[in-house]
T-cell receptor
């Protein structure tokens, strides 16, 4: 159980275009999803926290108008990189937190999406 | 606020030797701690987690970690390294389930034949 998928697994786009990445929880309902970014040979950095039905909360330094997050259902969150530029090339990883009552709610990670902007 | 420090960006051990990857954390609330492994061009795989139960946590692939509050540490160990253990390892902390994870910079584990 607790499987999270991402689509696409990799994407190459031209500078100035927009790219949408999907994150789905396949076998559980995720009230909260997180988006992380990982540059080559670096660690993961939290970009934003997305709660179903409400606006995402962005970490300091992350442009909300550039990285649009939509969490319209309990199983789907999308990240749209608008007007992508080469410096946005990175590995984007989402995680989903199951909704349970009491206790600690673990995050489950997707396999990541490799974005390359030419 | 939370932070994680992983000592040693690269660790090299011989096959069959003890693996020790160090992680120290800082947290203003009781922490939840994790170790993840990442193989090249892949996502994260959870090795083990500490969520305020037993301080010695056993994970997959023979790894274990011990939560030491007095030392603010959560070091990862494995008694005998295998070639397949070569990968990037990340320690992470969160203050609660509603928060995202704060990751350390990672430690690249190299296994010498």
């Amino acid at each position: 159980g607790a499987v999270v998928s991402q689509h696409p697994s990799w994407v190459i786009c031209k500078s100035g275009t927009s790219v949408k990445i999907e994150c789905r929880s396949l076998d559980f309902q995720a009230t909260t999803m997180f988006w992380y970014r990982q540059f080559p040979k670096q660690s993961l950095m939290l970009m934003a926290t997305s709660n179903e039905g409400s606006k995402a909360t962005y970490e300091q330094g992350v442009e909300k108008d550039k990285f649009l997050i939509n969490h319209a259902s309990l199983t789907l969150s999308t990240l749209t990189v608008t007007s992508a530029h080469p410096e946005d090339s990175s590995f984007y990883i989402c995680s989903a937190r199951a909704h349970t009552s009491g206790g600690f709610n673990e995050q489950f990670f997707g396999p990541g999406t490799r974005l390359t902007v030419l | 606020a939370q932070s994680v420090t992983q000592l040693g960006s690269h660790v090299s051990v011989s096959e069959g030797a003890l693996v020790l990857l160090r992680c120290n954390y800082s947290s203003s609330v009781p922490p939840y701690l994790f170790w993840y492994v990442q193989y090249p061009n892949q996502g994260l795989q959870l090795l083990l987690k500490y969520t305020s139960a037993a301080t010695l946590v056993k994970g997959i692939n023979g790894f274990e970690a011990e939560f030491k509050k007095s030392e603010t540490s959560f070091h990862l160990t494995k008694p005998s390294a295998h070639m397949s253990d070569a990968a990037e390892y990340f320690c992470a902390v969160t203050g609660g389930g509603a928060d995202g994870l704060t990751f350390g910079k990672g430690t690249h584990l190299i296994i010498q034949p």
